[in-house]
């Protein structure tokens, strides 16, 4: 079969027995059909139909053959020779002139039998000559071999051939259109630079074969993450991340069209856990860990350039904070954000060194005076500054995505001293949790806490978790969707904060919600002035008219808590009864205040 192939494509050998999952399907390739004669174009297109093409152009005037393929680009041009206005030659110097269409490869198909005219177009850059009348499985298997070897050539400009991964070429141009559009549609984009710890050791000890090995399985479990991350969005949505080789062992991952920092923290974060596993070469385990530095455009610099180079200067950050860590770049390390960097850092081993404690505030219900529950609030025992507050260190902890860890750790350990309460107090106590800004969003909350709540014999209706109305303004039927999850596994959900949000009426209702906390700064004023009395008063109406409990935060006086009473409000936590106090210290002051109050 080998005489079949023209001169110029003679070595080529379409590596068709290694078909890749990338590859464009024939279905999905548009085949522009340049003939004067119609019927021509008729008999070609049902001979390439059978063979699975179905996307065709046709053109029959060649004066058009330029602008349409600039419009339609096409993957592949059958382009007649011989046909009047314009001939097939000139057509061919045109197309292969154009920068766009240089590269497409064109079937020139002719009657002429003369050598001369089919020297003449290969001159002019024809990827094949086809005699007409043509021949079907001929044709058939022109324009197979000829869009192989194009899926070829892009492959071996585009892709690194050891990790199939996009090159940097590649990524770069990419990330040059995205960042231009994310300008034009005031989005922001996200550049994950992700480098390898300690990767030269594998090579120096194990061989580059190992290392080549390594680096291949590595960026399969990016690719998976990746993938995971764009889910369903459709293939080569503007949305949808890149993954890329940057060289040597650095990987590039961008992430177009956010809102915000979080999906880059939260998919760093899953590329650590992905390759914390360990790989296995040359039949030993081997283990890798990342270091990720992450860019932010526009905030840390518009131009590809500049955001490559600040998303590597955080990842020597990361590095230097301890490797198999992420890092987000901040542009001017003035005293502020180096209080914040090395609280950071700090945060990080505050879990591990057992600095982080959660106190309990308790919640008293107001028709019988009694302690009814708990709100578990957490505490950094920091070793230098002493107790940092959780209004500090939280907000640091959701943009480094730690929040993510410590929000899991909470739920642990929550459940874990509603055990010991039950089991040494006898008391089955209602305690509730804050989940933080993207608890919800990262799609585990489900299964650590069903994982939780079943290893410590959690009981339904005793776990509460707070959230707040920012956190439920997306789309009601998805956010229904999730809290309706989360109910089924027997916890309640309350609103935190409420009265400083946005959530409407009928927006609420469509929530399957147990609790309504009315927010501090309303409870304030309640006793004294009136216009907050009448919110007070408003808002406890609103939540029983929603068929919810209602609790007042931030009580500090006996006169707000004779008011919110008198309103029919539910409960109240404040420092009126207790600020949050350690675990140990929670069941003393329990008793102390409910046989105080005559319990
Ligand atoms: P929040 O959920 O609104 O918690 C109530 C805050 O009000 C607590 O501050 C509590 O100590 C304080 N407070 C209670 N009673 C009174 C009072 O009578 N007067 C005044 N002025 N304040 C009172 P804290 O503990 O500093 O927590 C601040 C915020 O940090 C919390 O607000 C919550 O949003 C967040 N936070 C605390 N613990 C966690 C946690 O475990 N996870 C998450 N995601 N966020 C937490
Ligand atoms: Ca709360
Ligand atoms: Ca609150």
Known sequence: MSQMYEPALAAFKPPVEEPRRDDVPVSDVTVMMVDDEPMMIEVTQTFLEDAGYRRFVSVIDPRLALTTARVKKPGLILLDLMMPGMSG????????????????????????????????????????????????????????NSLAFKAYQDRLANDDPLTGLPNRRVFVD?????????????????LLHINLDRFRQVNDTLGHRAGDTLLAMVAERLRVVTQAYAG???????????????????FGLMMPELGGPEPAANIAHDIVGELARPFEVAGQD??????????????????????????GVATKHAKSSGRNA????????????????????????????????????PKIDLSSGQICGAEALMRWNHPELGLVSPTKFIPIAEETGQIVELGEWVVDEVCEQMEKWRRSDGLDLQVSLNVARHGLASGRLGEVIASAMSRHHIGPGLLVL??????????????????????????????????????????????????????????????????????????????????????????????????????????????????????????????????RKGG
């Open 286 to 311: 081997l283990f890798i860990t990342p270091s990720i530095g992450i860019a932010m455009a526009p905030q840390d610099a518009r131009d590809d350039a500049s955001l490559l180079r600040n998303a």
């Open 466 to 595: 707070e959230l707040t109305e920012s956190m439920l303004m997306d789309r009601v039927e998805t956010i229904a969707e999730k809290l309706r999850a989360l109910r089924d596994l027997g916890v309640e959900l309350s609103i935190d904060d409420f009265g400083t949000g946005y959530s409407s009426m009928s927006y609420l209702k469509q929530l399957p919600l147990h609790e309504l906390k009315i927010d501090r700064s309303f409870v304030k004023g309640s006793a004294e002035d009136r216009t907050d009395a009448a919110i007070v008063s408003a808002l406890i109406v609103l939540g029983h008219s929603l068929g919810l409990r209602v609790v007042a935060e931030g009580v500090e006086t006996e006169a707000q808590r004779a008011t919110l009473a008198a309103l029919g409000c539910d409960s109240y936590q404040g420092f009126l009864c207790s600020p949050a106090v350690p675990a140990d210290r929670f069941v003393h002051t329990m008793r102390d205040f409910n046989a």
């Open 326 to 361: 992420y890092h987000f770049y901040r542009q001017q390390l003035d005293n502020v954000s180096l209080e914040r960097l090395t609280l950071e850092t700090q945060l990080r081993r505050a879990g591990v060194r057992k600095e982080l404690v959660l106190h309990y505030q």
């Open 232 to 250: 369903l969005m459709p293939l080569g949505y503007a949305r949808a991340p890149m993954l890329a080789r940057l060289g040597g062992d650095e």
């Open 89 to 144: 030659f000139e057509v061919l110097e045109q197309i292969r002139g154009d920068e766009s269409l240089r590269y497409t490869p064109v079937i020139v198909l002719t009657a002429a039998s003369d050598p001369a005219s089919k020297l003449r177009a290969l001159e002019l850059g024809a990827t094949e000559i086809l005699a007409k009348p043509v021949d079907e499985s001929e044709l058939k298997i022109r324009v197979r």
């Open 174 to 190: 990419r990330l040059k259109s995205a960042l231009l559009q994310g300008q034009m549609r005031g989005r922001q984009l996200a």
